[in-house]
């Protein structure tokens, strides 16, 4: 049942009313993934009153939102993607009160918050599939889902061959009420997410509610999953071939990035247009270019995209400059701020990603890579724990794994968990601060080597990667050129080194070309150059320089020019 709060709040006033307008554009925003953040009643799970707790980490963090994923009423067929009620908190993470403490006590901080919404499909409890499923065929809400007879001479084939990302058909039979074989249903993830039919004006006018009654709360955006999915091809026309997974991204398919998605997003921006303090509206879309994904971003759109062409890029220097190109030169024509994003929760931690000889050498260009994010124009994103330089966790006992792709094959490989696993806040022994002294074990094992990787051991630490951190944002927010305009200017350096200088725009138009220059080596060799200035921050020691400089290797600093 929906909850409801006694004195619900009036959600239009801005978090900090005398900022400039489109904070946004240059916004470092974190990403809490609730059950892993902190454990606020010590049942092993995090919840949303441990998030409110750690807020004011994340302030001297130095973030200016925090994104927050999944916390509505849910089964967790799919981790909370799978929502039954989009107006009420699965209890296993609270109630609507501790939601709005959360966006309050975020707001006193200076913190926006971005709660993560999920339009393309539902859980199969939810109340509309529920009585679809109860009314039988010909039920006026099955046409609310994407509800099909089958093939074949009983209707005993799925409708079409299209996959399940999680593996197997993306069809599901029903039985009808008097027992019989029934109708199928899409899901393009699990069978308990069914996906709406966003043709049907029902589900448009449910969602532009769900987004009023989360503003009038005090959100301040939405991070949209599945953003490209919400509209299918007419017809559902087959694939012709399996294996779709391995074009995930890569081409056009029927049943993601089409072009009928845009009237939705003009029609959210509307919404978000009625409230004051720049509410924004952010895309999960996967799609096969950087120019498809600017679509999402057209004035009157959406405001944010994932860039997910950048976090799929490798640790190489040519291949990182032609990934900032492309995506700078395809937000340029949309007057849209990049994103800057290399981890999240459903992908493997980048300080793993790109080890390619040892742990060290991962946590070295993690550190190298971060400071590289947090020197580009535009929004950046830090997925929790990447600031503490947590690799993805590779050794899960299968008895604990719940993502649901691992119990599937032909799915995703099913190893989401391991970039999932709960943050260590203190102490020696887990689950290291992760819920009360009283509490038990985090839902996810913590691995013993996390002692020295918590936020307790490593604050104070000059060397520590959460300094490291700590130090970049604040410069970040302290320096005109880090964050602003929509253009680098590169600068000739040897082969497998970036250097940069950052080129603002200040008010009235007039080009600035700021005193700040980065310089990133993604060779395993050390790299020597002429000293571009003073340097204000390195990923690793960095000698003194004098005429010339020495670069280690997979490093990046940040100089004074």
């Not at 093939?151 to 299209?162: S, V």
């Amino acid at each position: 049942m929906t909850q409801h709060l006694a004195a619900p709040t009036s959600g239009t006033e801005s978090v900090n009313p005398g900022e400039r307008p489109e904070w946004w554009r240059e916004a470092v925003i974190y990403q809490v993934y609730p059950r892993s953040f902190a454990d606020g009643n010590g049942d092993g799970m995090g919840d949303l009153e441990g998030v409110r707790r750690r807020l004011p980490y994340l302030k001297a963090l130095g973030v200016d939102a925090v994104w927050l994923s999944p916390f509505y009423a849910s089964p967790q067929a799919d981790a909370g993607y799978d929502v039954a009620d989009y107006r009420a908190i699965d209890a296993m993470f609270g109630t609507l009160h501790d939601a709005d403490a959360v966006i309050r006590d975020a707001h006193a901080l200076g913190l926006r918050i971005i709660v993560d919404l999920v339009p393309n499909h539902c859980s199969d409890r939810h109340d509309w599939f529920q009585r679809a499923l109860a009314e039988g065929p010909g039920s006026p809400l099955r046409e609310r889902f994407h509800f099909r007879t089958g093939q074949g001479h009983e209707g005993e084939l799925p409708p079409n061959d299209w996959e399940s990302i999680f593996g197997g058909p993306a069809w599901t039979r029903t039985k009808n009420p008097d027992g019989t074989h029934g109708d199928w249903y899409l899901h393009l993830f699990a069978p308990e997410q069914p996906d709406f039919n966003w043709e049907h004006p029902a589900v448009q006018d449910e969602f532009r509610s769900i987004l009023r009654f989360w503003l009038d709360m005090g959100t301040d955006g939405f991070r949209i999953d599945v953003a490209h999915g919400l509209v299918k091809a007419a017809g559902l026309p087959d694939m012709g071939h399996a294996g779709q997974l391995r074009l995930l991204g890569n081409q056009a398919l029927p049943f993601f990035d089409q072009d009928g998605v845009h009237e939705i997003y003009r029609s959210w921006r509307k919404v978000l247009d009625e409230y004051a303090g720049d509410r924004i509206g952010v895309a999960e879309a996967w799609t096969p270019s950087a120019e498809r994904t600017a679509l999402y971003l057209r004035p009157d759109e959406l405001h944010q995209a994932f860039n997910f062409h950048y976090l799929g890029t490798g640790w190489n220097a040519a291949a990182l400059r032609e990934a900032i190109d492309a995506s700078l030169d395809a937000m340029r024509p949309v007057a849209a701020p990049s994103t800057w994003v290399l981890s999240n929760h459903d992908v493997v931690r980048h300080a793993t990603r790109f080890a390619d000889e040892s742990a060290e050498q991962g946590l070295r260009r993690a550190r190298a890579a971060a400071l590289l994010m947090l020197a580009l124009p535009g929004s950046a994103y830090v997925y929790q724990g990447e600031e503490l330089g947590l690799p993805e966790v590779t050794d899960l006992p299968d008895e604990v794994r719940q993502d649901p792709s691992f119990f599937k094959e032909n799915g995703q490989d099913g190893l989401r968990d391991g970039c999932r696993v709960p943050l260590p806040w203190s102490g020696t022994e887990a689950p290291y601060g992760f819920g009360p002294a009283a509490g038990g074990p985090s839902w996810l094992p913590q691995p013993a080597s996390w002692a020295e990787l918590s936020v307790e051991a490593q604050t104070g630490d000059p060397d520590s990667t959460l300094e490291l951190y700590r130090a970049a944002l604040a410069l970040r927010r302290e320096h005109p050129a880090l964050g602003a305009g929509d253009a680098v200017e590169w600068l000739d350096a040897p082969e497998g080194v970036l250097a940069f200088q950052r080129t603002a725009r200040v008010d009235g138009g007039a080009a600035w070309h700021g005193d700040f220059l980065c310089t990133v080596n993604t060779t395993s060799e050390p790299v020597r150059l002429p000293a571009p200035g003073r340097p204000l921050l390195a990923s690793v020691p960095l000698a003194a320089p004098g005429d010339e400089t020495e670069l280690p290797a997979d490093s990046a600093v940040w100089w004074a020019t």
